[in-house]
């Protein structure tokens, strides 16, 4: 089970959806999704939520029950993402297409990503840090 802890974070600081969408500059019904788990939340948007409430990618997800971050990024790379993604690969001595095939997508989107021309989902990096136990907030450059 995925356990997002996008509501509880803001119930402690008394804000409401509308407050916290505006900041992430995203519809309230969108940012409702997010909070919900209907939708994951997109890398650039965690990473800003993040940044806002001065947390980790990894807590936010349930991955970690630290929650202080070591390094705020602006903005996720994904050149970064790209290479950290390739690193991890390697070192589980795994191809491409295995990890294509883990995820159920394409190599081709498994290289978009390591060359750094997409930004890998969030759903995928969850499920990547999960299995191997990798943190997602060092695989987009955060610590």
């Excluded at 491409?96 to 190599?107: E, H, I, P, V, Y």
């Excluded at 390591?114 to 060092?138: M, P, V």
Aim: net charge positive; proline share 2%; charged share 25%.
């Amino acid at each position: 089970m995925i356990i997002i802890r996008l509501l509880d974070i803001r119930e402690k600081t008394n804000l409401l959806q509308i407050d916290v969408a505006k900041k992430l500059d995203v519809s309230q019904a969108n940012y409702s999704r997010w909070e919900t788990g209907t939708e994951f939340i997109p890398l650039q948007k965690l990473n800003m939520f993040c940044n806002i409430f001065n947390v980790i990618m990894d807590y936010v997800l349930g991955l970690s029950r630290d929650h202080k971050p070591t390094k705020k990024i602006e903005e996720i790379s994904p050149k970064v993402v790209g290479n950290n993604l390739q690193t991890f690969r390697k070192m589980k001595n795994m191809t491409q297409k295995d990890l294509a095939n883990f995820l159920n997508t394409s190599q081709s989107n498994i290289s978009y990503y390591e060359n750094g021309r997409n930004i890998i989902l969030t759903s995928f990096a969850y499920q990547i840090a999960d299995k191997y136990h990798i943190s997602i907030d060092w695989l987009v450059g955060r610590s």
